[in-house]
């Protein structure tokens, strides 16, 4: 038996105090694993006073990070400080730099500084594993960098957002609206008091970028991504998306297309019979096209201490063991730089929702302006309110249109939206959502 | 860059001449993701002259794989002859022997001899790798050997045959039959002319075996493991199924109790809501519960030459990065035996379908020896026939009852309808499905 490997957990919060916690639960069965013992001999948080439910009593304290990842003696330094940034950059850059291993889970930093925290690492012959930056609990970054090491893939695409996908999910089972999910998500610890970051496709962005890069061996680049929030899906949307077939998930989605690599992250129409279509609540599902193995789709919880922390021992494992994969899937030298496919020459069908005044000639002008920019319509859904509702209103007051188009460009439905607006028969902006091409 | 890895291949079917055109269509990015570069150097098959859509004129060919695996010069020997002895195991057990890696897809040969083989291998510091042989493309072995290190697995469970979900798919969105199913089945290529060994679930059992061993750390017991079909499921079960809110599906299911570890291969009512109720066709899922992860699932391609490339594949290239893991999670002389869990202590849910006598009490005799039993019902359903059949029917002709019961044993079940049945009320002999529970 080799000698015991020495580990430092910076960032004692809900998922450190787990990793602790689970490494001593255990041992036994990670030392039979591994044929190493495996001890957390220094820790780094802010507050030494704090319970959290480990013994810390045998730990090495530092109050820096940066300090213990320089100075500490450790095979392998555990960053969960969090933030793209700041002493979880520093730190983590100074740990590789002299040799140590690390294993972290903070997505913004590796969708950031990936690519050169990689050549930090192999140039210093250490490991950098981030499992849980991406999914949670889910081993799709393994997967990516060993299971799928013989395919060519062409698509990657998930739920990647816990908080969004609770959201959506009880806007559709419970028909209420937007800020209401997001209130109750709030209240019950699913969503952030600033939710800007979930809700607005950044978190997301951040695994799509990794995602992208161990796809296609592409230098990671977060800000090249298409980004649209959910924060415009309403109820009639997806009541909608319900008579049609579809439901509506925030999904990321990096493709490779004829013109370069798609790397978008906005609210999908998926067909209801797709496996994406059927995650719900706060689990997040990652698939993979490959050439080789067709289709796999991982499912699991993205978020959570103990889910997260499974992914973190797991990849400390992998540095007990001696596997020693390039960061990315390759080695950071060989990866070629991403090249963008522009948004407006995105392929696909779309779901257009219009609020028509409900004039004479109002439905006809709408069809010939979509003919006139080469849409064709696979459904079109006049949606009347109830007669009770009409009688209340103005003769002319706006009725909701949905139309479903066949495949075609984003720049032909954004020209094509541009005219309708102009005609004056529609009451307010058109609301658009791609509609994701699954089997 | 190292020197290249030299590869034989023993087995040129499907699988075989899948494994040889990926990894010469991906030569370059799988010595960018290796730092290797890996050569096919070696074949042996039977036929030398048949067509197999690749060019083995640069391949030393040998007729019979034991002198192969004994004696071509290779670093890897990839066994994809199949069957559980003769040539396979033979070859596999030559080349572990003098220390030649092996990468194998036969879940048979694994099932049977994989403890035996996996001392072999860590004698002679070789890698045993057969992520192919469980689930096809999907890199479950690889997930439970590595990605959940770190987690007590309390169950795994999956659908781990495509030719019984393809048939019970079917059976379900068509009403026909069974028989009409397989036979279906047979003449699209989707069941052997055969089909034994997978509709009686030998084939599921297989993989369980494995499954259950990387799960608990104990011996591989393929012996041990229930086994019940799936050709007693009639499209009555099915319908009844759906309107109480279940699916029927073929599963694999080992799970830890107090008295042992449970495997069991059965058709299995699942709840519409849960994930794996809702794996349709030939595709595979599995499902792993662990203590810090929660519950993953894992769905894809179950069979099929490029599936299973992908999968043979990726063991070649861990090989190739020197990631050397544990054939069974653990040094085989750490595995514990397997402690079989009495099938007759089984607890769960029962779907019970009843044959009944429409006589006055018939149906009271039936609750009481229910209770008698101790087994309380969920919910009873008694479905007579139409009026317009049963006009034809004699007063007293047999109607279907279907009882869900609340959580009890095997046995509890067994010897209540032991009594049911030397009652008289009932016209045939009781079809007893179970229910699993899951989220």
Redesign the interface.
Same mark, same amino acid.
């Given at each position: 038996m080799a000698d015991a490997l020495k580990i430092g957990v910076a960032g004692l919060g809900t998922v450190g105090a #787990?990793v602790v916690q689970?490494?001593e639960k255990?041992a036994g069965?990670?030392e039979?694993?591994?044929?190493r013992s495996l001890t957390v001999t220094a820790v780094s948080a802010r507050n030494r006073t704090r319970d959290r439910g480990i013994d810390t009593s045998g730990f090495t304290w530092f109050d820096d990070p940066v300090t213990m990842a320089k100075e500490a003696e450790l095979d392998i330094f555990v960053e969960l400080i969090g933030g793209e940034d700041g002493p979880a950059e520093q730190s983590v850059r100074a740990a590789l730099s002299r040799g140590v291993h690390v294993v972290t889970a903070n997505k913004a930093l590796i969708a950031k500084y990936g690519v050169d925290l990689a050549r930090v690492a192999e140039e210093n012959n250490a490991c950098l594993n981030y499992?849980a930056a991406v999914a949670g609990?889910? &081993?799709i970054v393994?997967?990516m960098r060993? #299971?799928?090491?013989?395919?060519?893939v062409s698509r990657v695409y998930g739920i990647l957002n816990g908080t969004c996908n609770y959201i959506l999910t009880r806007m559709e089972a419970e028909g209420i609206s937007f800020e209401d999910c997001l209130a109750d998500a709030q209240r019950l610890g699913y969503a952030e008091a600033d939710p800007t970051f979930d809700i607005e496709g950044n978190d997301t962005a951040h695994k799509l970028a990794i995602l992208t890069s161990l796809a296609f061996?592409t230098e990671i680049d977060a800000d090249s991504i298409f980004m649209e929030g959910i924060t415009s899906i309403t109820t009639a949307d997806i009541q909608a998306a319900d008579e049609l077939g579809f439901r509506i998930k925030l999904l990321g989605v990096a493709q490779r297309t004829d013109t370069g690599i798609e790397q978008r992250v906005h609210p999908t129409m998926v067909p209801k019979s797709s496996?994406i279509a059927?995650i719900d609540g706060v689990l997040n599902a990652v698939a993979v096209d490959? @050439?080789?193995?067709?289709?796999?789709?991982?499912?699991?919880?993205g978020a959570?201490g103990?889910?997260t922390?499974? #992914?973190v021992?797991?990849d400390?494992? @992998?540095i007990a063991?001696? @596997?020693?994969?390039?960061v990315l899937?390759? &080695?950071a030298t @060989?990866l070629v730089p991403y090249e963008r496919a522009r948004m407006r020459l995105h392929e696909g069908g779309y779901y257009i929702r219009l609020s028509v005044y409900d004039r004479p000639g109002a439905f006809g002008e709408i069809a010939r302006c979509m003919g006139d920019a080469g849409i064709s319509l696979e459904s079109i859904v006049q949606k009347r309110a109830a007669a009770e509702d009409r009688d209340r209103d103005s003769a002319d007051a706006p009725q909701p249109v949905i139309l479903i188009t066949y495949e075609t460009t984003e720049i032909a439905i954004k020209e094509a939206l541009d005219v309708v607006m102009s005609k004056g028969v529609v009451a307010e902006q058109p609301q658009m959502i791609r509609i994701e091409k699954l089997k």
């Open positions: #787990s689970l490494l255990h069965q990670i039979r694993r591994t044929g499992e609990g889910i &081993p393994k997967t060993e #299971s799928l090491a013989g395919n060519e061996g496996a059927r490959g @050439d080789y193995v067709g289709e796999i789709v991982l499912v699991g919880p959570g103990n889910a922390a499974s #992914s021992v797991a400390i494992t @992998d063991r001696g @596997d020693q994969t390039p899937g390759m &080695p @060989d």
